[in-house]
């Protein structure tokens, strides 16, 4: 059996911890990122440490596991190298596991660059979107122009290399100086490239890899980046990433049949958090907001950036589960919003959104222009109790269990995970 792992809103949702416990039942031989780079930061806490991953996917915590970057992803090299560098410095092993398809896109300092002069430009604006400037944006942006560098180049002839460089330059070099920025060399951004290519060779594999691993029987783990809002396509645009998150994407990225996929876990948190710019229909403001922010250690885990809160959005939800065909999903950081509700009395749940004065319980659309004419309509809900470690049903307290049981019945879908905690373990498997 073949599981994608999704987060449902803008990210964060503790999609590591669940692709963690998910992994853990032992049936999987392989664990592929298929959308995204190192705008991603999964927190993972194993034998009492945490780590924080970007590119790398969570299963390298199991020695078994294959570790695949698929053909959807970006990185940058350097950034790649010093997160396997890291990692190895705490005593894990990537020997023979990593394999990354040669077709997967290169960011390079065009692309950086670019990201951050785009946001510096922005930032008193309306548009700006608030970006990890990891240069993801970019990178599909040239991909899509058909002027990226892809991971085989980084092995082939210098000189072709350099001839894609300098493609690149004249297309990037005139909009950074139009932003205040230097242009680049391409020689730079050649030897930047070089750096790490010697040892990065050994993971390269082609995008036949995970179709061949399936067609052997073998079952794998696709850990999706981000959340459905963040979808390029169907999300919160203009404020997404830029890559489509949902199922869909692992046939894209993989190169594999959609038949393979058989079990989609969407992760939804509790409540919903985001960071950068864009609409939030829930979102709490003031002293509310910064508790709740206190009580869940609110911070992005790529950018340190503040994350903004919000109160539980089934609406936006249910959009989501169903145009994901979600088959189940697992509500994370149960234990961090029953401990808000201990400090506030109760919290509010939005389960329809008004629009010209008429309830709604699905939104058509999720882009920002239609958001502009909703308000969410709440009922108070008291979820005080401690659900901190709880690891079965039957110890949930029964305030918890009502919060879980109207969430599956409202979103009509059965709900096969509940973290409690952020170690291995501190889950109520269903
Ligand atoms: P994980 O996998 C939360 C957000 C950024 C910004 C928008 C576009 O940890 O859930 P980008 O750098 O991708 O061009 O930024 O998307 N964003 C995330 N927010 N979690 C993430 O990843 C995110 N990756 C990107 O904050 O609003
Ligand atoms: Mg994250």
């Given at each position: 059996?073949?599981?994608?792992?999704?987060?449902?809103?803008?990210?964060?949702?503790?999609?590591?911890?669940?692709?963690?416990?998910?992994?853990?039942?032992?049936?999987?031989?392989?664990?592929?990122?298929?959308?995204?780079?190192?705008?991603?930061?999964?927190?993972?806490?194993s034998k009492g440490k945490k780590y924080v991953l970007h590119s790398v996917p969570t299963g390298i915590f199991y020695e078994h596991l294959d570790l695949i970057i698929a053909g959807g992803c970006v990185f940058h090299p350097t950034v790649l190298m010093n997160e396997i560098r890291d990692l190895e410095s705490k005593?894990?092993?990537?020997?023979?596991?990593?394999?990354?398809?040669?077709?997967?896109?290169?960011?390079?300092?065009?692309?950086?660059?670019?990201?951050?002069?785009?946001?510096?430009?922005?930032?008193?604006?309306?548009?700006?979107?608030?970006?990890?400037?990891?240069?993801?944006?970019?990178?599909?942006?040239?991909r899509a122009a058909r002027i990226a560098i892809l991971f085989e180049d980084l092995f082939g002839d210098d000189a072709a290399l350099l001839e894609k460089?300098?493609?690149?330059?004249?297309?990037?070099?005139?909009?950074?100086?139009?932003?205040?920025?230097?242009?680049?060399?391409?020689?730079?951004?050649?030897?930047?490239?070089?750096?790490h290519s010697d040892f990065l060779r050994q993971y390269?594999?082609?995008?036949?890899?995970?179709?061949?691993?399936?067609?052997?029987?073998k079952s794998i783990l696709f850990e999706g980046a981000q959340g459905a809002g963040l979808d390029i396509i169907n999300g919160t645009y203009s404020f997404a990433t830029s890559f489509p998150l949902s199922p869909g994407a692992i046939q894209i990225s993989c190169n594999i049949p959609m038949k393979y996929?058989?079990?989609?876990?969407?992760?939804?948190?509790?409540?919903p958090t985001r960071v950068g710019e864009g609409p939030?229909?829930?979102?709490?403001?003031?002293?509310?907001?910064d508790s709740l922010r206190r009580t869940g250690n609110e911070y992005g885990a790529t950018t340190g950036r503040n994350r903004r809160c919000g109160w539980p959005d089934r609406v936006m939800l249910s959009y989501v589960i169903r145009s994901f065909g979600i088959t189940e999903l697992a509500v994370s950081c149960l234990d961090t919003i029953s401990k808000f509700s201990q400090e506030v009395g109760s919290i509010k749940i939005c389960d329809a959104y008004s629009i010209n004065g008429v309830n709604i319980d699905y939104p058509k659309s999720i882009t920002d222009s239609y958001l502009k004419n909703i308000q969410p309509v709440?009922?108070?809900?008291?979820?005080?109790?401690?659900?901190?470690?709880i690891n079965n049903i039957n110890d949930l307290p029964f305030k918890a269990q009502n919060f879980i049981s109207q969430t599956q019945d409202r979103l009509r879908v059965p709900i096969t995970m509940i973290s409690t905690g952020p170690n291995r373990g501190d889950i109520i498997m269903l």
């Open positions: 059996m073949n599981t994608g792992v999704f987060g449902c809103l803008w990210g964060d949702e503790a999609k590591a911890k669940i692709v963690d416990e998910e992994l853990a039942r032992g049936c999987y031989h392989a664990n592929v990122r298929f959308q995204g780079g190192p705008n991603a930061g999964h927190t993972i806490y005593g894990i092993s990537f020997d023979g596991r990593l394999h990354i398809f040669s077709n997967v896109t290169i960011i390079t300092k065009y692309e950086l660059a670019s990201d951050g002069a785009m946001e510096d430009f922005l930032s008193s604006s309306s548009f700006k979107i608030g970006t990890t400037r990891r240069g993801i944006g970019p990178a599909y942006a040239h460089l300098k493609r690149l330059s004249v297309d990037v070099n005139p909009r950074l100086v139009a932003y205040g920025v230097d242009p680049i060399d391409p020689l730079d951004a050649l030897s930047d490239l070089k750096e390269m594999v082609y995008n036949t890899y995970i179709g061949e691993l399936l067609e052997s029987g996929i058989h079990k989609i876990i969407g992760v939804a948190k509790a409540y939030f229909p829930t979102q709490i403001f003031g002293e509310s907001e709440y009922r108070e809900f008291d979820l005080s109790c401690d659900c901190f470690r």
